[in-house]
């Protein structure tokens, strides 16, 4: 008949193993999460988890952070984020939708990966001699111009605000934005990005013959903030007939997931 021992070292992360004597040979085997090491093998030693599946063909326990323990390991989350029932993946808390954040009345609460902004859309105070009234919470619309006020009359006639929200070091190219008119009365529709930050990150497409789209063409690295500004004219023949602003404010959050 079988006969087990086992017995505790002072470490927490290694212990004696069970042996038992069959037939005047001992075998000896360790619980769950520990591995028979030291000399002659007679120690079990816990597996770092962790450090085991940190890089290689196999994929990593943890999204975020693994901490390991005696015979076992647990995952965490960084703040803003709540650990899944799968106990390894991280998913978003929307402080927007659960009141979890600190935005005033006259601010918008934009969720992102991890966190929150809190944004004020405003109209520009003067821009190529025209003025804007804010028409929607995202939009400004440009007051009537002049007769002789031909800079004013080539400005754009609308500005619209759009805010995104992505991870670090997305896959490229990604189609982030897509800017079309639903009234198309010339017979040219132009697409271009006219402004912001980060314009080497991103790139103009068309998908129809209305329609302009903003590609991200290189990965983003954050925790960082892009505007881009593109611009959608309208044309007959070379006479401009009417120009759309759409800022797009990008969050790239500092995670992957």
């Known amino acids: 008949m079988a006969e087990w021992t086992t017995s505790q070292s002072d470490s927490s992360f290694s212990h004696q193993p069970r042996c038992t004597d069959v037939q005047g040979s001992q075998h000896c085997s360790c619980e769950s999460g520990f591995r028979l090491s030291g000399k002659d093998v007679r120690q079990c030693r816990d597996v770092d988890e962790c450090e085991l599946f940190q890089t290689g063909r196999l994929a990593r326990l943890c999204a975020h952070s693994c901490v390991n323990m005696p015979g076992s390991y647990y995952c965490t ?11 390894r993946t991280c998913e978003d808390i929307n402080e927007c939708m659960s009141n979890q954040h600190n935005c005033t009345r006259e601010e918008i609460c934009i969720n992102i990966h991890g966190g929150f902004h809190c944004v004020r859309p405003e109209c520009p105070k003067s821009r190529h001699n025209a003025s804007y009234v804010k028409t929607s919470q995202f939009k400004c619309e ?3 111009c002049l007769v002789e006020n031909k800079l ?3 400005a754009a006639y609308s500005i619209t605000f759009h805010y995104l929200t992505l991870t670090s070091n997305l896959r490229t190219p990604r189609t982030l934005f897509r800017m079309t008119s639903s009234r198309f009365v ?6 271009s990005i006219v402004g ?3 314009q080497n990150h991103f790139s103009i497409q ?3 013959r209305q329609t302009g789209e903003l590609v991200l063409v290189q990965p983003i690295q954050g925790p960082a903030t892009l505007e881009v500004e593109m611009e959608m004219t309208e044309l ?6 009417m120009k759309h602003i759409s800022k797009v404010i990008i969050f790239v959050s500092r995670y992957n997931f």
């Open 77 to 87: 989350c960084p703040s803003g984020y709540n650990l899944q029932e799968d106990s």
């Open 142 to 144: 440009r007051n009537p």
């Open 152 to 154: 004013c009359a080539n």
């Open 186 to 191: 010339g017979d040219t529709m132009r697409f």
């Open 196 to 198: 912001g930050n980060g």
């Open 206 to 208: 068309r998908s129809d």
């Open 236 to 241: 007959s023949g070379k006479t401009v007939l």
